[in-house]
């Protein structure tokens, strides 16, 4: 991902066509390392393609992709009909856990001591 953030850096720079120096150079300017393999790739694969064109077939395939959050909320409703209560003391039961967890008591010592 850092060398795709640095090739895509270097074009909003301006820099149309950058190269594995100009990629290397911004990754160098921050202390990372570029992967010579995933670089080489990247650059091939780029290679006399507009940026711009490559972002918006990715986001035409990511349209395709369903996320699976329909999934829930279909599901959600039909349980909270079909459980009345029960669901309403679990999550009470829940909170009264996570404050135990929260508490400093049992680490034995303070933080002001």
């Known amino acids: 991902m850092k060398v795709i953030a640095a090739y895509l850096l270097a074009v ?8 594995a120096d100009d ?7 921050v202390g990372a390392e570029a992967d010579e393999e995933k670089l080489e790739f990247l650059l091939t694969e780029l290679k006399d393609k507009d940026i711009t064109e490559v972002i918006a077939a990715g986001r035409e395939r990511l349209s ?3 996320s699976g959050g329909g999934a829930i909320a279909v599901g959600a409703p039909a349980a909270a009909a079909g ?4 669901p309403a003391e679990e ?3 829940e909170e009264k856990v996570e404050e ?5 008591e049992d680490m034995g010592f303070s933080l002001f001591d």
């Not at 909003?12 to 190269?19: F, H, K, Y």
């Not at 990629?23 to 300017?29: A, F, P, R, T």
């Not at 459980?83 to 029960?86: E, H, L, P």
């Open 23 to 29: 990629v290397k150079n911004i990754l160098e300017s």
């Open 100 to 104: 135990k967890e929260e508490s400093d």
């Open 64 to 66: 395709s992709v369903t």
């Open 91 to 93: 999550a009470k039961k």
């Open 83 to 86: 459980g009345g209560a029960a």
């Open 12 to 19: 909003l720079g301006g820099n149309t066509s950058p190269t």
